[in-house]
């Protein structure tokens, strides 16, 4: 385990928890296990760090029961490591770093719900595509828990919205937060291609951050028939670094269309996405 001075105050769990996971490097291994690199040599190639550094990082966030290792190898023993409950307790933590590192340091400080084309987060994005999507399942309209790639279809098209204000009201001040209004006519836009996209066995799946009830009431009243996905506790956005924004108490994602192969790759992304309609007809067009 790595070395240190720092002795937190015992009775703040402030001081507490920066004990455990205090170190950047464990957060960054935190951040990549959430995108599903498992193994030993994945991480010291994402993070370039030494084999020392990473050996000690781990055997600490093991022995704080934040991760998990299991032996896939022998003679040589290696391991494989996952984030155990805690540890994806710690989701909510590095997309609130994200997004006020998006928003403090890499942007100019603005509330917004999109990004320009040459922006850090739009990069980021863009650089998913050749990538692999981790299996991730998510709460969905239907009842049932789904992985959020569609393994009977020929492609999965995944929209990120940042909230539907029906039935529960947006916050203040929603529409001058640019890139926030529009989640409606999407939904209702993907509605209206639905057949075109089955006919293609093209999944279509809409994910937001607001609870499942929400959701569901929505599609009720809209009659939406593609799945929308609750994406309350951020799996889907830690593994693929998607873009947020803060409003109303909580993180929102910011409106992003990703093509998703059989073979869970990445094929396109759009963002930013300016022109809703014509996004749509992107991702038919594309899948």
């Known amino acids: 385990m790595r070395r240190s001075t720092f002795s937190p105050e ?18 960054l291994i935190v951040r990549d296990l959430a995108r599903g690199l498992a193994r030993f040599d994945e991480l010291a190639g994402s993070l370039h760090i030494s084999r020392k550094v990473l050996t000690e990082r781990l055997n600490g966030l093991v022995d704080s029961q934040i991760v998990n290792k299991t032996a896939y ?16 307790a710690l989701l909510p933590v590095l997309v609130a770093l994200q997004d006020w590192g998006d928003r403090w340091l890499l942007g100019d400080g603005s509330l917004t719900g999109t990004n320009a ?26 009842g049932t828990t789904v ?12 929209f990120g919205y940042p909230a539907t204000g ?25 509605a209206g291609r639905y ?13 937001s951050t607001q609870r499942t009830d929400e959701q569901q009431a929505f599609a009720r009243a809209e009659e939406i028939p593609h799945l929308l996905l609750s994406d309350l506790e951020l799996e889907l956005v830690a ?44 991702a038919l067009t594309t899948a």
Not at 74 to 86: D, G, I, K, S
Not at 169 to 184: H, Q
Not at 199 to 207: C, F, S, W
């Open 117 to 142: 084309a040459d922006e850090p987060p739009a990069q980021r994005l863009h650089e998913l595509v050749g990538q692999r999507v981790p299996y991730v399942a998510l709460p969905s309209i239907a």
């Open 195 to 207: 057949d075109e996209f089955a006919a293609q066995r093209i999944a279509v799946r809409g994910v």
């Open 239 to 282: 593994a693929l670094r998607l873009p947020t924004f803060r409003a109303g108490g909580y993180e929102r994602l910011k409106r992003v269309v990703l093509v998703v192969g059989a073979d869970r790759v990445v094929q396109a992304v759009r963002y930013p996405v300016t022109d809703i309609a014509d996004a749509v007809d992107w």
């Open 147 to 158: 992985d959020v790639v569609d393994p009977d279809a020929r492609a999965t098209v995944l």
């Open 10 to 27: 015992p009775d703040c769990a402030i001081a507490q928890s920066l004990g455990v996971i205090g170190d950047g490097w464990e957060l």
């Open 73 to 88: 190898q022998n003679r040589p023993t290696r391991y494989a490591y996952e984030l155990t409950p805690r540890g994806r």
């Open 166 to 190: 029906r039935p529960t009201r947006l916050p203040d001040g929603w529409d001058e937060i640019a890139g926030a209004a529009g989640c409606t006519l999407e939904n209702r836009l993907f």
